[in-house]
């Protein structure tokens, strides 16, 4: 009995020591304000995984609370008992992040809701793109307190106007090609393409009866629809490639990924961007005629940064936090790298292989660098590309302090060229006094 006891005690002990061990590392107060208009249902897979990693290292709101998925964002808020919805326009932000987080602009269509009937086609957007008031907001918080900025496929793709992308892709430094894409297991009809796809496929091109796995590539502007066939030979091995440069390496301590087998956009570094990974195919000659017809690199960055001012600013051309399940619990020590060591192929082997240890060195680094001093909180608001620190509303003064405008009482002395007690157009007779009352 006794041996029994010990026995089951020394069982419990390591069970809770992982427990004991994550409770060990302290929370860290980090502000990170998540934008995710792409949640059409109460699953939250565009940006649960990003609640996760923040969780499991520890990191907690500005009240020391953990943060929720179905409540810490910025975006469409579905509530499926209700049948209804809410939206938390990225207006309210605030001021003073470490870190903000474009998850997904492409919104939610009356389709996409669980309460509707899908008919599989496109149909009326209810919410969704990135508007130029809410990116200009982002991008001066950037610029003037220094937040770090992790940018996500898709947010600069349709429905975001084409002024806000354009825009969007000089500050990040990359291009656009209009090309986006996603590898699916099985192209057949019925199984997960789209119909719209499909639709759009078939009045340029003959019927669709493809099977088996392929990449579908969308043309954003044109709607052309280019599919590449593993049973047809267009392509090699199953996914895209994902491999890091040096300076990735070195950013995030990554030497290999699994393949990514999710939606991706096709884009070209500028400026003083930095790719720390790539993308690259597996094709077949057929496949390597197909994207070279259409101008389609065989290689082109997966991750990108810059630096603006004290902020890093990342691109992920895919939708890396996109991720069906995730633990319901974090607070086990090691979780995500036994996790990591469990994955094998899919998704998931993405998720726990490469965007957790990028995510767990971004936000080390923003943790790092501690909040700004509210001096550095921008003085100057900004509208149309135009900066300007005060203005005139109705009858009074005001001026941008800590994001918002607040009123200014100018106070003055008219210091005309008369002595006191003489005559006002009198001028004085030395310039001493003058002096002395220009001092006071």
Do not use: C
């Not at 090609?177 to 199984?191: I, K, M, Q, T, V």
């Amino acid at each position: 009995m006794k041996k029994t006891f010990i026995g089951a005690a020394i069982v419990l002990l390591l069970l809770l020591i992982p427990f004991i061990v994550w409770l060990a590392q302290g929370s860290e107060p980090l502000k990170v304000a998540i934008v995710d208009k792409t949640v059409p249902s109460e699953n939250y897979r565009e940006h649960k995984g990003l609640t996760w990693v923040l969780n499991h290292n520890r990191y907690v709101k500005e009240d020391e609370s953990d943060y929720l998925a179905d409540a810490d964002y910025f975006g469409f808020m579905p509530d499926e008992a209700e049948k209804d919805y809410e939206i938390r326009g990225v207006e309210e932000l605030g001021a003073g992040y470490d870190l903000i987080y474009l998850a997904d602009a492409y919104g939610v269509y009356e389709d996409d809701l669980p309460w509707q009937e899908a008919k599989g086609e496109r149909s009326e957007l209810i919410y969704g793109g990135l508007e130029m008031a809410e990116w200009q907001a982002i991008k001066q918080q950037v610029m003037d307190v220094g937040s770090d900025l992790v940018v996500e496929f898709n947010t600069f793709a349709s429905p975001t106007d084409a002024a806000v992308s354009a825009d969007m892709e000089e500050f990040l430094g990359i291009k656009w090609s209009g090309w986006s894409g996603r590898y699916f297991p099985d192209l057949a009809a019925g199984a997960e393409v789209p119909e719209w796809i499909i639709q759009n496929y078939e009045q340029d091109a003959e019927d669709w009866q493809f099977t088996g796995g392929g990449f579908v590539l969308v043309e954003d502007a044109s709607g052309e629809i280019v599919v590449l066939s593993e049973e047809r030979g267009d392509i090699e091995n199953a996914g895209l490639h994902v491999k890091f440069t040096e300076l990735g390496q070195t950013a995030f301590g990554l030497q290999e990924s699994p393949t990514f087998d999710y939606w991706f956009d096709i884009n070209e570094v500028q400026g003083q961007t930095e790719v720390l990974a790539e993308y690259e195919w597996s094709l077949g000659e057929q496949g390597q005629a197909a994207l070279s017809e259409r101008g389609i690199p065989e290689t082109f960055p997966a991750v990108m940064h810059r630096a603006v001012n004290d902020a890093g600013v990342y691109y992920f051309a895919g939708d890396f936090v996109d991720v069906e399940d995730v633990p319901s619990f974090y607070q086990y020590g090691g979780l995500a790298k036994m996790r990591d060591w469990m994955s094998f192929g899919g998704n998931d082997s993405f998720y726990w292989k490469t965007y957790v240890p990028m995510m767990e060195s971004i936000l080390a680094e923003s943790s790092g660098k501690g909040q700004e001093t509210p001096s550095q909180v921008s003085s100057a608001a900004e509208k149309d590309g135009i900066s300007y620190p005060s203005r005139v509303n109705g009858e009074q003064f005001e001026v941008f302090e800590d994001g918002e405008w607040k009123e200014f009482t100018v106070k003055g002395v008219n210091m005309g060229m008369a002595k006191p007690g003489t005559f006002p157009r009198s001028p004085a007779r030395n310039m001493t006094a003058g002096s002395r009352r220009s001092e006071k």
